[in-house]
């Protein structure tokens, strides 16, 4: 019953949020009270851990968003595939930006573990893999399938 509560507070909670927003906000705040209400479900966290862990992933969301926006940014307009060096680059950016994402788990695991257990992060990590498996999935049902040969970078 509590779980079911806590989950209903926190669509609650996402619902407001959303209608709140601007429209041009309204399909990103979607999403993420989406997430949330995916990763509180899939975690089973209490209303106790909740109110400690949500600080510190949110903290967590950011600095991984910051550092893919930051990745993506630069290669948006640049083909990396235009010339040998220009392939290097983007190689070694690539991996630059795999070792950031990886040192922010390792920065955020301890942290993560005082507020939930080990087996809650194994779950949030693969929560967060299933959610975009998920909204992938939506989005392909709603656009279609994306064109034959394209592959997202990463």
Aim: zero cysteines; proline letters at 4%; glycine letters at 4%.
């Amino acid at each position: 019953m509590r779980k079911t509560g806590l989950f209903l507070l926190t669509m609650l909670l996402a619902v407001t949020t959303v209608i709140a927003q601007p429209d041009r906000d309204h399909k990103h705040d979607r999403i993420k009270a989406l997430k949330i209400a995916y990763i509180t479900e899939k975690l089973d966290l209490t209303s106790e851990q909740a109110q400690k862990f949500w600080p510190v992933y949110n903290r967590y969301e950011k600095e991984k968003w910051d550092t893919r926006r930051k990745f993506f940014d630069k290669y948006r307009n640049e083909n990396p595939t235009a010339s040998r060096d220009a392939a290097r680059e983007y190689l070694e950016a690539n991996l630059d930006y795999q070792e950031n994402e990886l040192e922010l788990k390792k920065k955020y695991k301890d942290e993560l573990l005082k507020t939930i257990t080990a087996e809650q992060l194994v779950e949030l990590y693969n929560a967060e893999t299933g959610f975009r498996q998920m909204l992938i999935k939506e989005l392909g049902k709603r656009h279609g399938p994306p064109p034959s040969g394209s592959k997202g970078r990463k």
